[in-house]
Nanobody
Framework: QIQLVQSGGGLVQPGGSLRLSCAAS????????MAWYRQAPGKERESVAL???????NYVDSVKGRFTISRDNAKNTVYLQMDSLKPEDTAVYLC???????????????WGQGTQVTVSS
């Protein structure tokens, strides 16, 4: 069984910082792209940032220059460093990873449990 377990998040004032972590565990052969999504109340889920297995990153325009995605391949973990947070960053953040299990040659998407990030004074 493969699972993604998130940690981090919480309440922070505007301009503050938070760091999210997401660790994959289980019968994993390899992981391709890892990503962070977010969903605010009444809005569609959006891709925030992604990082490929070779370290190439991509960000949604609204977080460029403020958020940094990184990964530790040895730990099967992806991070999201969020700086200069704004109220509009408030959402449930979810991690996602394309994982190949040891019992199948294909890659499948797995999701973390989600964590609330609230930016408010």
């Amino acid at each position: 069984q493969i699972q993604l377990v998130q940690s981090g998040g919480g309440l922070v004032q505007p301009g503050g910082s938070l760091r999210l972590s997401c660790a994959a565990s289980g019968r994993i052969v390899s992981i391709k792209t890892m990503a962070w999504y977010r969903q605010a109340p009444g809005k569609e889920r959006e891709s925030v940032a992604l990082i490929t297995s070779s370290g190439i990153t991509n960000y949604v325009d609204s977080v460029k220059g403020r958020f940094t995605i990184s990964r530790d391949n040895a730990k099967n973990t992806v991070y999201l460093q969020m700086d200069s947070l704004k109220p509009e960053d408030t959402a449930v953040y979810l991690c996602n990873a394309d994982i190949r299990p040891d019992y199948d040659p294909s890659y499948y998407p797995y999701w973390g449990q989600g964590t609330q990030v609230t930016v408010s004074s």
